[in-house]
């Protein structure tokens, strides 16, 4: 994925690339501080612009029909501070819309849903369905929690429809309701172990749900093999 950050703000950049290499780590992500920067590092390569609406000079409303008409396939996502903006921004039909402070579930959840789809973030996870292991690089990779692990392995074999805490619930903990601490433990767990090899794209959530992205992971085998190994039935 190529993207390019634009905002007058550099610590605003530098946290946008920070998370964007996290995200897609063999992608290029580039940034700008302000539209003419911006001009100068655009091509038809660039997939995603971050773009700042309130900048000195030209501004990210102001900019968007000159992008619109160069560059027919950029996702523009507007970032903004001043939620009073979002009705001008959304006059620009953009892609997406996020508000600061920004956070990388924000910015997951915005490339999921883009006007002009990329292809699926690609991560460094591999996962075996039978007997279920999972690896990075060639190496065995674990969860710090042994529930963790049939958490994820669960939404594997669920290959990519999004569960509710209640399903989660029913399959860990037979239903017990006084285990939602456990589960968010779980789901805190699965999320900051894949953050550090750079797969946290494989987590998606969406309304209350949570599921995975299959497309983002290698798998070996089926996911059906999975319901063997554990006590789901």
Known sequence: MITLSVDDQRSVTDLMLYMLKKIDPNGT???????????????????????DIEMP???????????????KKLNIIYVTGHPEYVFEAVGMHPSGFLTKPVCEEDIIRELQELRFPLETLK?????????????????????????????????????????????LLGILWDGDPDKQGNLRQLVLDMRNSLREIGAECVIVKKYGKIGVDMGAIECVGSPAEIIEQFHWY
Not at 36 to 43: F, I, V
Not at 57 to 71: Q, S
Not at 123 to 131: D, H
Not at 138 to 147: A, E, M, T, V, W
């Open 57 to 71: 000079g030209e501004n990210g409303i102001d900019a968007a029909p000159v992008l619109k008409e160069r560059y």
């Open 123 to 167: 991560s460094p996870l591999r996962v075996q369905c039978s007997p279920f292991a999972l690896f990075t690089d060639g190496k065995p990779f674990d969860f710090n929690r042994s529930l963790t692990v049939e958490l994820f392995a669960y939404l594997v074999y669920r290959e990519g429809a999004f569960c509710t805490n209640g399903e």
């Open 29 to 51: 992500h580039m940034s700008a501080s302000n539209m003419t920067q911006a001009y100068s590092l655009l091509n038809d390569d660039v997939q995603v612009l971050f773009l």
